[in-house]
């Protein structure tokens, strides 16, 4: 079984005190300012996660938005806790997804292509230290390099629920070849994959949330095969899209740019 991260769980009001990324740690935003929770206000979803990378954009993963209204979304930043609505939140303008964005679903193949998203969030985000930009990769990452990821995604596995406490885990970056054991043909130059010890990881809700090495946002959570059970965890590289990433952040107002296929 292969799945995308996505979530739509309700998030609940009697949490265990130690939810959490699968094996992760409770972190403070502080840490992480650049994190933002993507949010079906109505029913209190938890969405996605994403990363800030400048006054009006957000980076995260271009399946969190399949079949969704951005009207019933709202952007929630500057906060460790996924059930505080409280503070200000920031409505979407627009999002859009890589133009070659595609999900392959088929029984001898499994896999998603190019995806990556940015939205534009509006009024402009305010830095502080709750919440600033991340910035993009200058050059590829490295093999064997350990980065971080951070999200609100499950904390058990196979039955779970959200977190309601941002959750921090640290990751080693692999060859992409040895993931071809496990997923034959599903990845290519343009992922990245990450892996931890068993029985720790990302799962499900913690989709479109960054992977961060060296201040560097270097890749965005895209999918994976169950939960914390010994594979690696699949990201779109960031470094693959600077182009339409700059692209689009420059000209995504515009319903005619060619940096989009997807204007929601």
């Not at 806790?81 to 200000?88: L, M």
């Amino acid at each position: 079984m292969i799945w995308s991260m996505r979530a739509s769980i309700k998030l609940k009001t009697t949490m265990a005190k130690n939810v959490r990324i699968i094996g992760g740690e409770d972190a403070d935003i502080t840490e992480f300012p650049y994190m933002a929770s993507f949010r079906i206000y109505k029913d209190e979803l938890l969405i996605c996660g994403g990363a800030i990378i400048s006054h009006q954009h957000i980076l995260t993963a271009a399946h969190c938005f399949e079949n969704r209204r951005k009207s019933d979304i709202r952007v929630y930043l500057g906060t460790t806790n996924s059930r505080n609505y409280s503070i200000p939140y920031y409505k979407i303008r627009n999002v859009a997804a890589h133009p070659n964005y595609l999900k392959i679903d088929k029984k001898s193949r499994w896999t998603v292509l190019n995806d990556i998203a940015i939205v534009t969030i509006e009024p402009n985000i305010e830095f502080n230290a709750f919440q600033n930009k991340i910035d993009l990769p200058t050059k590829e990452i490295k093999v064997g390099e350990t980065a971080i990821m951070t999200g609100w995604g499950w904390r058990t596995y196979p039955k779970g629920t959200t977190s309601n406490t941002l959750q921090k885990i640290s990751m080693k970056v692999i060859p992409n070849c040895e993931y071809d054991r496990d997923y034959p043909h599903m990845v290519n130059d343009d992922h990245l994959c990450a892996f931890t010890e068993e029985k720790a990881g990302i799962c499900m809700g913690d989709s479109g949330g960054p992977l961060v090495s060296h201040g560097k946002v270097i890749g965005i959570c895209s999918f994976g095969r169950l939960c914390a059970l010994g594979d690696p965890d699949v990201y779109a590289k960031v470094y693959s899209y600077l182009d339409f990433i700059k692209s689009c952040m420059n000209s995504v107002s515009d319903s005619n740019s060619t940096c989009c296929c997807l204007i929601l």
